[in-house]
């Protein structure tokens, strides 16, 4: 089956740090480009960072850009993303997606790993 | 920094016809923004609906449709049913910073 699963979520204090992991199967990971989608209580969705296939470029939003760090291992079809100096206001479901570059979309999700930030 | 703009709710009766769009606070959406919609539900991961403007995506009935409206994308839906009851999120390719920015949603009600 063609499949995104996101684990390594949970609760963390503020300036803490997790770090999340997805693991795909079903397809050849290494060819696409991958993303991390977060969701905050209630709100709508964010795209925080993306990995293009090889590793290199990645992409921050500014809300973590210096405190996220995206990665891949492609021989473990797994994406990563460790988050340090957590906030409050980085709690939310993370979701990891699957980018097909020539239709700029989101065409795969996982369901998601809670992280909450607090105190 | 770019903002991508949607009705933040919506209400349809069942049968009938809505159009969601999707706009920039400053400029035109167009093509090139590759403009996609996905559909989610109360504790449910995103699922995709649009892309590339107005390619429905395997699966999706074909009362969905995409297209470039004015100078907003647009998600019509034709013989709205009680299941298409979700929130609905736009995104835009705005190839800067995280590259896609999303709308801030619209909540659809059918009643």
């Given amino acids: 089956d063609v499949q995104l699963l996101e684990s390594g979520g949970g609760s963390v204090q503020p300036g803490g740090s997790l770090r999340l992991s997805c693991a795909a199967s079903g397809f050849t990971f290494s060819t696409y480009a991958m993303s991390w989608v977060r969701q905050a209580p209630g709100k709508g969705l964010e795209c925080v960072s993306v990995i293009s296939g090889s590793g290199t470029p990645t992409h921050y939003a500014d809300s973590v850009e210096g405190r996220f760090t995206i990665s891949r291992d492609n021989f473990k079809n797994t994406l990563f993303l460790q988050m340090n100096s957590l906030r409050a206001e980085d709690t939310a479901v993370y979701y990891c997606a699957k980018n097909r570059w020539s239709e700029r979309d989101f065409d795969l999700w996982g369901r998601g790993t809670q992280v909450t930030v607090s105190s | ?111």
């Fill in chain 2, 1 to 111: 920094q770019t903002v991508v703009t949607q009705e933040p709710s919506f209400s349809v009766s069942p049968g009938g016809t809505v159009t969601l769009t999707c706009g920039l606070r400053s400029g035109s959406v167009s093509s090139n923004f590759y403009p996609s919609w996905y559909q989610q539900t109360p504790g449910q991961a995103p699922r995709t609906l649009i892309y590339n403007t107005n390619i429905r995506s395997s699966g999706v009935p074909d009362r969905f449709s995409g297209s470039i409206l004015g100078n907003k994308a647009a998600l019509t839906i034709t013989g709205a049913q009680a299941d298409d009851e979700s929130d609905y999120y736009c995104v835009l390719y705005v190839g800067s910073g995280a590259l896609w920015v999303f709308g801030g949603g619209t909540t659809l009600t059918v009643l």
